[in-house]
């Protein structure tokens, strides 16, 4: 198992381009597979959980294929796939089942087009997988005439679905899931008539902004922080063309938050996707009082020359500051959902006390997010006290280097080395080959900053 040794270090001072979205790169796979035509798909992230995206498609009889080898760009892997589509109705039916491994996008999303095909298909994944909730896409798709089956009343992994002629719905998400959205929004593809989704919060809007770049007429209307979308069934999605994968801002948060506490650096990130939707973690950190900039960067320019999939990016920024302590609760949760491990770690840096609240998902991610980031904090020396929808961190704390577990999650990992980069003595991450969940790279990336973070372990 592979472990990660850091060691306090810095300044950290450079320029870095973090790896493709990891969102992002899912949604151009599975919308390229249904597309009539090809589509280049420049800056696809190869991350594990893409993998197991690729790996679905291929078995559903969609040709997919990958530029031999991956170019290094400043610290960053891009890859490029020419994904050959097969039109709305031209997946096979799979030989055996489709293994998501340790993806909740895969499986959500994969289940939404599933539940539009004339056989059945059954997915699955790692044994984390098989233990998140399921219920909340089985539900709508089996209002919208699919069979879905799983394990505990069809609550969880794996999943038995047997499609059929699908009709629109009208739905109300009791959780604003993009992961949800998105699997009824597929469906609706294949469905009779209009279906409609309503969200309770800005969940990440990706799949919308690709669903148009593939030509499909989507309506989105927003009052406040809810959402009503809509779209009509039965229409073709033309070819994807050429589509560039913005820098995942999730990855990007990594080294942002590490230059913000690491003292007297400053560090520049390019080519960051910056959709609202995503970017709650800049908004906490400046009013925390950190030193972020965003620029906005044209799609068009010599870094990226061709469409982002209506995607924002920007050149994000960061540069050590003092933090204080603030209360965290409502719509901007939604928009930091993946960001709270390494959020928790800036506010164990900030003055006065950071709360968390209406959080509870966090629970049900790759770890119970909330357990899992007090448990190893404490380790280190932090002052966190776990709540049932949140957390609240008193500092600042000194941290100290400890031995310290990823409980199977790229973000903890990732978070954990980022705090012992300002403990007092090594830190020890176990568990972290698991960052290539989402960020290849991270290591070369951090080292490249100046940070002291290297590989231990097998695979060495
Ligand atoms: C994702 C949506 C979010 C997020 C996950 C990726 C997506 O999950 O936490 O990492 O790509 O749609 P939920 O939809 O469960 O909130």
């Known amino acids: ?38 589509t280049t798909i420049h800056g696809w992230v190869d991350a594990d959980v893409c993998r197991a995206t690729l790996r679905c498609v291929r078995s559903l009889g969609v040709t997919v294929e990958e530029t031999p080898g991956f170019t290094e760009i400043m610290g960053a892997w891009q890859g490029i796939l020419t994904v050959h589509g097969v039109g709305l109705h031209g997946l096979r039916e799979p030989a055996d089942v489709l293994d998501c491994a340790g993806s909740g996008t895969t499986i959500r999303l994969l289940a939404g087009i599933l539940a539009g095909q004339p056989f059945t298909s059954i997915v699955t994944g790692s044994e984390a997988l098989r233990r998140r909730p399921m219920g909340r896409v089985a539900e709508p798709l089996r209002l919208m005439g699919a069979t879905v089956l799983g394990r505990q009343d069809g609550r969880l992994p794996p999943l038995a679905i047997r499609g059929g ?6 739905y109300a998400m009791p959780v604003a899931s993009a992961q949800v959205k998105s699997a009824i929004l597929l469906a609706g593809l294949f469905a009779a008539g209009e279906t409609i989704v309503h969200e309770p919060g800005p969940a990440r809007d990706h799949t919308e902004r690709m669903l148009a770049h593939f030509g499909v007429v989507v ?21 994807g063309g050429r589509l560039d994968v913005p820098g995942d801002f999730s990855s990007a948060a990594f080294p942002l938050v590490a230059a913000v506490l690491v003292p007297s650096s400053a560090v520049r990130l390019i ?21 972020v900039g965003m620029e906005e960067q044209p799609p068009t320019d010599a870094t990226h020359p061709a469409s982002a999939a209506g995607e ?30 390494i959020f928790a770690v800036a506010a164990t840096q900030a003055a006065g006390t950071t709360v968390i609240r209406d ?20 380790k280190m020396g932090a002052d966190v006290e776990e709540r049932p929808d949140g957390m609240r961190i008193h500092g600042p704390a000194r941290l100290h280097g400890a ?43 951090m080292r490249g900053l100046g940070a002291d973070v290297a590989w231990a372990g097998d695979g060495e």
């Open 359 to 378: 959080a509870a998902e966090l629970r049900v991610k790759e770890s119970d997010r909330i357990a899992a980031v007090c448990t190893e904090l404490r």
């Open 312 to 341: 924002p990016m920007a050149t994000v920024s960061g540069r050590s500051s003092a933090l204080t302590g603030i209360e965290v609760g409502g719509e901007v949760v939604v928009r930091a959902i993946d960001e709270f491990p």
């Open 403 to 445: 031995l310290v577990d990823s409980h199977h999650d790229h973000r903890l990992a990732m978070s954990l080395a980022v705090a012992g980069l300002v403990a007092d003595g090594p830190t020890e991450v176990l568990d972290a080959g698991v960052i290539r969940d989402s960020f290849p790279g991270f290591v070369e990336t």
């Open 1 to 38: 198992m592979q472990r990660l040794i850091v060691h306090p270090s810095g300044p950290l001072a450079g320029i870095a381009r973090v790896p493709g979205d990891k969102s992002i790169s899912h949604r151009a796979l599975l919308l390229s597979a249904l597309a009539t035509g090809d």
């Open 165 to 170: 002629q699908l009709r629109g719905i009208d």
């Open 219 to 239: 309506e989105s209307q927003r009052t406040g922080s809810a959402a009503t979308i809509r779209l009509c069934g039965g229409q073709e999605l033309t070819s």
């Open 271 to 291: 080519g960051v996707g910056v959709n609202p939707t995503r970017t709650g973690l800049y908004d906490l950190l400046e009013s925390m009082g950190a030193a």
